[in-house]
């Protein structure tokens, strides 16, 4: 099918068009202007169609609509909690409006399109001890969380009576080799490698009380594209392993990966105010309707998180 890809020149969708373009999908990649496409792209799937566009700007979503795709995932966001924190009325616009108006362009050409919507496992807030379901209560805590599920709640209204079919994505916390360091896990990373160069005995780090869901990012957009042909439109799907794991044991796992016995030494600076303590997705409607399991191990995501610090 022709996808569309929206931020695919981030994280997350640079990990997608290489799996799409690998399934045989014709990929419409939407990146942001000025940005220097990864070297893959042009040498192994020349094929790929790069439209330039800030989904903010009316003309470019007429541009991203214009392409006329069979599926939509929208990956374009802000995607980070502390810069959503930071300017919470910038989230709002490119996680909510902008998720609006892409629809809206969409919608207006009357072609018939599955539309994924990537939201978060963070709409469900802080309330959560054990793995949660789908059809709990959502409670956003963070304006990150409450950007992407003012964007779910739109996005709904927006495909009524259109020819959209709307799924929602729900994923919980990933990462892997190309993350960068805003994010735990990389942060993590490359200051335990910092400190094995430097002989430091102690590694600055933010709350490892917390519990988290990991997945590794390559399993993620598995889901994704396995939600496109087999998700049901109008449903709402967890993408999570429903392992929770405590900060401090990945932590620990790094270190002996990294060869180094430095401690963690817990920074003011890196604590972040509304942290969710425990963040567990249970997986099971998303393996009944798609099939789809992780097959990356957690070890081999840490390995190749710290593979990717010393390139």
Known sequence: MK????GA????GRWLVRA???????????????????????DDHAGIEVIEADIRIEADLARLAAARPDAVVHLAAVASGAAARKDPEGAMQVNGIATVWLLEA????????????????EVYGKE?????VESVAVYPVSPYAASKMAAEVAAFGMCEGTKIE????????????????????????????????????????GNLDAVRDFLDVRDVVRAYLLLLERGVPGEVYNVASGVGRRLSDCFDALAGIVGVSATAQQDAALLRPGDIPVLIGNPAKLRAATGWVPT????????????????
């Open 3 to 6: 996808l569309l890809i929206t």
């Open 9 to 12: 020149d981030g994280f997350v």
């Open 20 to 42: 799409a373009c690998g399934d045989g999908h014709d990929v419409v990649a939407a990146v942001l202007p000025g940005t220097t496409l990864p070297d893959q792209w042009r």
């Open 106 to 121: 969409l919608g207006s050409t009357n072609h018939a399109t599955r539309f994924l919507y990537v939201s978060s496992g």
């Open 128 to 132: 959560h001890d054990a793995a949660i």
């Open 166 to 205: 709307l799924i929602i994505a729900r994923p919980f916390p990933h990462t892997g080799p190309g993350q960068t360091t805003t994010y735990v896990l990389p942060a993590l990373a490359a200051r335990l490698v910092e400190a094995r160069v430097t002989g430091s005995p102690t590694v600055r780090t």
């Open 296 to 311: 990356i191990s957690f070890e081999q995501t840490l390995q190749d998180l710290v593979d990717a610090q010393a390139h």
